[in-house]
Structure formats: C-alpha cells, structure tokens
C-alpha cells in the first residue's frame, strides 16, 4: 500500500490550497481515507475524515474552511483548504486503515503573510 500526498506550499493568510493523496496497492472505494496534521514537536492531530460511503467528519477547528472529498476512479482523496489561517501551518499527511494503519509522507502547509 502507497500513499502519496501532494499540493502543500506556501500561501497568504485567507489563501487556499487543494491537497491530494493518491493511493495505490489497495481496494481503495472501500477504504475510509483520512488527513491528520503535525506541527514539529507536537502530537499529530487528526483533520478530516471521508468514509467509503462520502460521509464526512472534520475536527471543530477546520469545519466550515477545510472540505475532504474523494475520487475513487482516480483513488485519490482530496483535502480543500480555505480561508487558511497561520495556525494551519503544519505537515499534512494522508492515512487509512488497511491491514494496519498506513500513512503516506506529508506534505508541508505553510501560512504566511
């Protein structure tokens, strides 16, 4: 199992960025998909959640910014971040659950005027 996330850099505070994740060596449309985040020296947190079904769970402090969605013919999972602000500065990883949990390296997210 592969995961390979993409899209992270620089923005401007109020700024946008589309993270994805492509997964490979899985049954992917069956597979709940994640997106956790980490600032260094801290716990990673988890972000959003997409379960096969589409049903979405974000945590409190990105709800109404961040959107996850998924393409399960292409096998990626989409991370849509709006109105971005500093404190979203962090590595951004994809994870699911398959066999044992499995990550993808992240990608950087930086905000920054």
């Known amino acids: 199992v592969q995961l390979q996330a993409s899209g992270g850099g620089l923005v401007q505070p109020g700024g946008s960025l589309r993270l994805s994740c492509k997964a490979s060596g899985m049954v992917f449309k069956i597979a709940a998909m994640n997106w956790y985040r980490q600032i260094p020296g801290s716990q990673r947190e988890w972000v959003a959640r997409?379960?096969?079904?589409?049903?979405?769970t974000y945590t409190d402090s990105v709800k109404g910014r961040f959107t996850i969605s998924r393409d399960n013919a292409r096998r990626t999972v989409y991370l849509q971040m709006n109105s971005l602000k500093p404190e979203d500065t962090a590595v951004y990883y994809c994870?699911?659950?398959?066999?044992?949990?499995?990550w993808g390296k992240g990608t950087l997210v930086t905000v920054s005027s």
């Open positions: 994870q699911t659950y398959w066999g044992m949990d499995r």
């Open positions: 997409i379960s096969d079904g589409h049903t979405t």
